[in-house]
DNA sequence: AGATAAGCGAGACGGTACGTCTTGTCTTCTT
DNA sequence: AAGAAGACAAGACGTACCGTCTCGCTTATCT
């Protein structure tokens, strides 16, 4: 059967999420308004509401979409290289305007579940993923033992970056992702 | 020298903070408003803007000021021992209505740097202290290098907790505490 | 040209209104709020302040259109009885609550050039008018000075009453409209 | 019996009328606060509400004591003279700021009736009563009827101008007050 | 001289209205 | 039916002013 009446424009939703991610960008999470975002876009408030339940959705699913870009996998033939390239890229990204808004996000995320959801399933999951893969070739060259929590492992490496973020404030400068790397590596590598 | 006028009265302050502080625990940070609180403490809403900024900094205060109870201090002879049980605690106390409403406050702290200094010098530097004081015992006691980077060891120590209680949503299982415990002692202790 | 968007509701302008000038009777200017008006209303008070710019103009607002009532035209073929019939009028008007009301919203165009205005063209101007004709068909039955200045009479005819509502107090009694009359057609001189 | 305890000071109650005339002047009824006049006069607040029962009270008095300048009363052996003298100081007055603020005192009136009380006997009184003493010589010199009304006389020659103050807001030029003065001498009926 | 009491400055406080802002829904006409 | 325009309800925000109060200090008179 075919639909009737005026089919949903595409173009309309790609404008409004490159208005809401626009405005994310330049004002941040919580200056961004509906009515800013309608209006950026050149489109009606009623039309994000009828594709989005609120706010929140709508500038997620902007940096979401936005964010789609290729993840890099290194694959040098050393778990430690990898991991530091991994994590240099990561905190290299959290410097950036993209970065602050993440925090911003996972912020939003504790006020708002299907905002952690989301982020969750369409951000970190494919991330966390990468790093997998990273250290399942450790396990199999040998470099790592056979029998690793993996999901304990990926926490240990990405967690205290999203500490310093979030928590601590504290500068993430490039040797501290070495030790990161270092210690945690000395403590999971086969002896 | 002598304070001139009608001195603050010490009454209401602590009124203003149980009646914030009893609202956030009830209905969690987003829901609770200055003319509640008024209302809860029997105060005018002038008076809270008269001693706070806005309504984050009077809940970020109440939240302080109730937090000010012991920090347990383990000294059991072991890093070991002594980890698992600050975190053991640390976790406990996430699990709680108290545990919720502090990612609400690193989620505002996120928007508020006020908020955040707040809760970084406040509530966190003491625990952090509490960890470096078993650090120490552990170096002391030639259980841990020499040469140990404190500040990145407690870090790697807690980062995981909250990385799962922010980020990933993750459950915070008993054995999970034991194991990043052990991953991170693995490798910053003395082979 | 079309209007775009959804229409303003007159059915919500006039909940206002009527609401706002049912309390303005009830209660007087003074202790007429917003916030009371679109509670009468069952309005939203920022649709208040989208149409009107601060709580005078609705309320005056209120009045005037109220006010609208025909204005009584005498016209008995006497200059002194069509003026008595006119004052006669105005000082019974003036003694019931629109009466009390009007000197507070003249009041409140001492502080506000809007208000002033606004009963100026919208209620006191019609009211003159009427007066004009009065005079006007005095002089054409030979019974004024055909010279006269009009604008000058009816303010000697009118000035009194508010005069004596607004500044001295007195009482208003019949007799003092007579001699009012008397005096501005034949003056105080001796002959 | 002489009263105990520190007399009230004199020097502090000018100091008060004095910021609250000179606030008055400089920026009009409503926009003296009694925190403002608190600051001018280098008072506490507190002192102010000890005297003065209110806001009102206070800044009409501040008015009514600087008004205390001498009332001219002219005397020129012709009623007609005497009424456009005192007329035409009555409309320069009105003029000057002191004449705006009155408006406004007569403003506040409407709403409060000890303000209302204070103008009347304090201000216009005695003013009403050199008027009176005008008419009463012109009696006497047989200008004026014998069975002259006094205070409606008084009412018509004063009231215009306040009526063009207050209601019209009509300019109060020279000519008017010749106007006034000779139409309610004479009458504006065919002789 | 010391006690007593009111005057006073400073400023905290409760109360209350203001006018603004944002969210999410609803209504009308246009495409 | 989708969409633009924009009206609307709800309700929190932070500000302003009023008039009252609570301190401690000062300035008088009374004992």
């Known amino acids: ?7 949903r424009s595409e173009k309309i939703e790609k404008a409004i999420l490159s208005a809401a991610y626009k405005l994310l960008m330049e004002t ?4 961004v308004t509906v009515e800013s975002i309608a209006k950026e876009a050149g489109v009606s408030k009623a039309t994000i509401y009828k594709w989005w339940p609120n706010k929140a959705a709508v500038v997620v699913d902007s940096f979401l979409a936005a964010a789609q870009e290729r993840i890099p996998m290194p694959n040098t033939g050393s778990v430690e290289k990898d991991l530091l390239l991994q994590l240099g890229n990561l905190s ?7 970065g602050r808004v993440i925090t911003e996000l996972i912020a939003q995320g ?4 299907d905002v952690a959801n989301a982020y969750r399933t369409r951000y970190f999951a494919p991330r966390r993923l990468a790093a997998r893969e990273i250290l399942q070739r450790g396990i199999e060259r040998g470099e790592l033992k056979k029998d690793l929590d993996m999901e304990l492992s990926i926490d240990l490496i990405f967690a205290p970056l999203f500490y310093r973020m979030l928590v601590t404030g504290a500068e993430i400068y490039p040797d501290f992702i070495k030790s990161v790397v270092s210690c945690v590596l000395t403590g999971i590598k086969v002896p």
Chains 1, 2, 3, 4 share one sequence.
């Open 1 to 7: 059967m075919v639909e009737k009446g005026r089919p």
């Open 28 to 31: 941040g999470f919580q200056s």
């Open 92 to 98: 290299d990204f959290l410097e950036t305007d993209k």
């Open 110 to 113: 504790q006020f708002d579940s």
